[in-house]
């Protein structure tokens, strides 16, 4: 599977973004999915994750209750909704596919779009 993410930008402190994780191929409701972030010098966070039905939500403890992802396994995409964003939560932000098995764990994941600069000025 090939991802693609886009959404991402320059926005105030408080404000919104929605990120896309747009998928190639007819198999997208077999990948579990995940959204990570990583900013310079940092390692790769885990922020938000979905099982391959929806059914199962997971969140990063630093972005819980701000962030919400969602799949639409009819269009092959996934998304994460960020609200009450802050200056911390500027970095790339990457969406990762794995088929076999769910982890918050990055080396998990087989599969990576490109990534999306976030930046939040305050």
């Known amino acids: 599977v090939q991802l693609q993410a886009s959404g991402g930008g320059l926005v105030q402190a408080g404000g919104s973004l929605r990120l896309s994780c747009a998928a190639s191929g007819r198999t997208f409701s077999s990948y579990h999915m995940a959204w990570f972030r990583q900013a310079p010098g940092n390692d790769r966070e885990f922020v938000a994750g979905i099982t391959k039905s929806g059914a199962n939500t997971y969140y990063g403890a630093s972005v819980k209750g701000r962030f919400t992802i969602s799949r639409d396994n009819t269009q092959n995409t996934a998304s994460l909704q960020m609200n009450s964003l802050k200056p911390e939560d500027t970095a790339v932000y990457l969406c990762?596919?794995?088929?076999?098995?769910?982890?918050?764990?990055?080396?998990?994941?087989?599969?990576w779009g490109q990534g999306t600069l976030v930046t939040v000025s305050s």
């Open positions: 990762a596919a794995e088929r076999w098995s769910w982890s918050y764990l990055p080396s998990n994941y087989s599969y």
